[in-house]
């Protein structure tokens, strides 16, 4: 669920009315401290009111100062009465989520929008503002804006029609043209095979020269795969290891678990982050060579925590993987054979099983179904540290020490799920 939270500020009352609503699609709330409750089109908007919009819901709003605010799906603001001045003007703080203003043509007072990375300086004018992933995206339509990084102080002047810059924490990005892959609230900068986001609300009248109006479908919704999320993953380990003097080790088995990650959007197309996964490994089948037969490998416990570095292009992520690996060496459960580890038949069963670390790396691909919701398929390799387990063997009454090597491939579906921890917290009420 996107989150926003827009601040605006009055030194009067809490309960002062600051402007209203003029369009509401489906399922728009506001809430005043005493629960939220639906808003319908004249409604009044006040001082420290909480608006909400469901999914498949939009609503716009005009304040007393003239400026207009278009809140896309699954949004949230807050109306800041310690910000809030109709003397001198607006501040909207955005913590979440994607909205387009709109100030007055005569009339207008300058605001500032402030995000966690950006400070936006506004002179009368049309922009829009998407706050993902630990980026903001600042996209002018009409006027002059000024972004500045919160982090390094650098700023950047938007004065061209159709042009946006990317704020992260390590600076803001030079101003380009809108493209046909570049993220925008609606179909204003029009460029065949855009990918929009966040089309007004239904009814809403045209925002100027050549804004969208009523004849126009609703854009798309935009997919970014920033932010924490989790998911389930299912699949097969193949053994690549060796047993004592060899036997290899090369059955199959089911892999299958959990996983948690976090990623960031330094820019639309790169993407940057971590994950952490515990699986389930089965037995693997057995084997046998010249040396000796092995029997079904010891199914065990297995866990990564990787790095990952993707390109993003329309749905689809590919990405590179690699870090640290952990869990139950590959060990068959019986063996036997004239030379496995001496040169006459020897039978051995096995009376350890260690846990060991090592190390992974892998790659695969991501498709976002929906916003918050893609499938993906991996592959990775894993090496685990060499080991010595024991064995009870018909050749001593002492356990015998056996050389492994330790070594599979994961193949892997999964679907995840994005969230965020913030908009958990802070869910309206119904």
């Not at 139950?328 to 099983?353: D, E, K, M, W």
Request: aromatic share 10%; proline share 7%.
């Amino acid at each position: 669920m996107l989150f926003l939270c827009l601040a605006l500020a009055s030194p009067a009352l809490a309960a002062t009315k600051i402007g209203g609503a003029t369009s509401i699609e489906k399922d728009v709330r506001g809430d005043t401290g005493a629960g939220a409750q639906k808003l319908g089109v004249g409604d009044a908007v006040y001082a420290d009111e909480v608006l909400t919009t469901a999914a498949a819901s939009r609503g716009k709003f005009v304040f007393d100062d003239r400026t207009d605010l278009q809140m896309a799906p699954s949004s949230r603001v807050k109306l800041d009465s310690f910000v809030y001045s109709g003397n001198k003007g607006v501040v909207f703080d955005a913590a979440k989520g994607a909205f387009r203003f709109v100030s007055a043509p005569a009339g207008h007072k300058d605001y500032n929008v402030r995000t966690p990375t950006a400070t936006i300086g506004v002179r009368g004018t049309g922009f829009a503002v998407r706050v993902i992933g630990g980026r903001t995206d600042a996209l002018l339509y009409s006027g002059v804006i000024e972004v500045c990084s919160r982090a390094t102080g650098q700023c950047r002047t938007l004065d061209a029609a159709c042009t946006f810059v990317t704020v992260s924490r390590s600076g803001v990005t030079q101003p380009k043209g809108v493209g046909k892959n570049d993220w925008t609230f609606d179909s204003t900068c029009r460029v065949p095979g855009r990918r929009g986001d966040n089309s007004p609300p239904a009814g809403a009248p045209p925002m100027g020269p050549g804004g969208p109006s009523g004849d126009e479908p609703p854009a798309p919704p935009s997919f970014g795969f920033g932010g924490p999320s989790f998911g389930f993953t299912v699949g097969s380990a193949i053994g690549d290891g060796e047993f004592a003097d060899p036997v290899p080790m090369n059955g199959a088995g089911f892999l299958g678990g959990l996983r948690l990650g976090y990623d960031f959007q330094p820019t639309p197309d790169i993407l940057v982050g971590f994950e952490t996964d515990a699986q389930y490994r089965s037995d693997l089948g057995g084997g046998s060579n010249g040396h000796g037969t092995i029997s079904g490998v010891r199914g065990g416990y297995l866990g990564t925590f990787r790095g990952r570095l993707g390109y993003v292009f329309e749905r689809w992520l590919v990405y590179g993987t690699g870090g640290l690996a952990y869990g139950h060496i590959l060990a068959p459960r019986s063996f036997s054979g004239a030379g496995v580890i001496n040169s006459f038949p020897t039978y051995g069963t096995s009376q350890s099983h260690e846990f060991v670390p090592g190390w992974t790396i892998g790659g695969g691909v991501q498709f976002a179904l929906a916003p918050g919701l893609s499938l993906r398929a991996e592959y990775l390799y894993i090496r685990l540290q060499h080991t010595n387990p024991t064995y009870m063997t018909t050749a001593s009454p002492i356990p015998a020490e056996v050389c492994t090597k330790t070594a599979m491939h994961g193949l892997r579906v999964g679907v995840d799920f994005g969230f965020s921890a913030l908009d958990l917290l802070t869910r309206p009420a119904h």
